[in-house]
């Protein structure tokens, strides 16, 4: 079957960094995509890799590694409205998207 | 219209019922897709448009339906509403179908 496996929470504290990991399990793979959250609002888009290496937009970075099946979002110079879930999610062979369940990151003050 | 939108913002619907969930986008995008998206699982796929006049299944299709007459509208219907269809429903769109996905502002349905 296919899997996407992230953190289901993770807390930080303003100012600081954050990196969110993702590994996956897909029928083969087209790119990964990373969307943010926020409580009671539709995901927008982040970040897409799908070429090994880091991606770096501002205060994101993304990062892949297809042979381990890994990527991660590393998140700078936090903000409280940076509060939100991130959800990572894979292209398969279908080009489907394959989502995981996401993770809810807290921001401290 | 600005983007992609979803009609209603939300539904109380009763067991048995039919209901159809609007969808239209006017970035003149190719793909349209229909997700549900229910506490602590991942959006899941329920249909798929790669094209106008085309559609196709995804992960969970059973009891919806949909229809792609035209590029910018992608109705969703549950033909005979159950209490596991209650969820919050997103309607999404994107160029191509390796592209980045626009998502509508969600229709959260409760089926009693």
Redesign the interface.
């Known amino acids: 079957g296919q899997n996407i496996d992230q953190p289901t929470e993770m807390t930080a504290t303003e100012g600081a960094i954050v990196q969110i990991n993702c590994t996956y399990q897909t029928s083969g793979f087209n790119g990964l995509f990373w969307y943010q959250q926020h409580a009671g609002e539709a995901p927008t888009f982040l970040s897409y890799n799908v070429l090994d290496g880091l991606e770096e937009k501002g205060r994101f970075s993304s990062f892949l590694s297809r042979s381990k099946g890994y990527s991660y979002l590393l998140l700078k110079e936090l903000q409280m409205k940076d509060s939100a879930s991130y959800l990572c999610a894979v292209l398969d062979s279908n080009y489907q998207l394959i989502w995981g369940a996401g993770t809810k990151l807290i921001i401290k003050p | 219209i600005a983007g992609i939108t979803q009609a209603p913002t939300s539904q109380i619907l009763a067991a048995g019922r039919r209901m159809t969930l609007r969808c239209t986008q006017d970035m003149r995008h190719n793909a349209m897709y229909w997700y549900r998206q229910d506490l602590?699982?991942?959006?899941?796929?329920i249909h798929?448009s790669n094209t106008a006049g085309t559609t196709g299944k995804?992960?969970v299709p059973d009891g919806y339906s949909v229809s792609r007459a035209n590029t910018d509208d992608f109705p969703l219907t549950l033909a005979s509403a159950v209490p596991s269809q209650t969820s919050v429903y997103?309607c999404a769109s994107s160029r191509g179908?390796?592209n980045?996905?626009?998502?509508?502002?969600?229709t959260r349905l409760t089926v009693l």
């Open positions: 602590g699982l991942g959006l899941r796929l798929y995804g992960e997103f179908s390796d980045e996905q626009f998502f509508g502002p969600g």
